[in-house]
């Protein structure tokens, strides 16, 4: 389904360059508000890490999935098929494919992508 700009979204970056940071390991999430031409860091919020080595957290998973319910993607490394079921629950779009790219090229691409392809 195509955005409705300006959306935000959610990055898992340990450094604010490059989408590095594993969905589940991550402490904060980079928000940006994103439209089809640009995008903006507007906030950083701070959450538990869901991933902790062979087993999770569910209650770290609720206050995260709580902490980006307003953002249309989050984009991280990597993500596994539990957490990404999870937030298609809460209509939050998992994007993995811009792993270890820039943040701000990344984010540019995928709304410009997103306004061209609706079932991106």
Avoid at 10 to 31: C, L, M, P, Q, Y
Wanted: net charge negative.
């Amino acid at each position: 389904m195509m955005p409705n700009f300006p959306v935000k979204v959610a990055v898992a970056t340990k450094d604010g360059i490059s989408i590095n940071e594993h969905f589940g390991h991550t402490k904060r999430f980079w928000i940006y508000q994103l439209d089809q031409e640009s995008c903006k860091l507007v906030e950083q919020r701070d959450v538990e890490n869901y991933c902790l080595g062979n087993s999770s957290s569910q209650s770290a998973m609720a206050m995260i999935l709580e902490t980006i319910n307003d953002c249309y993607a989050v984009m991280t490394a990597k993500i596994g098929d539990g957490p990404k079921d999870k937030l298609a629950k809460i209509n939050v779009q998992a994007v993995s494919w811009y792993a270890y790219e820039a943040v701000e090229e990344s984010l540019v691409d995928y709304a410009a992508r997103a306004s061209i392809e609706p079932d991106l």
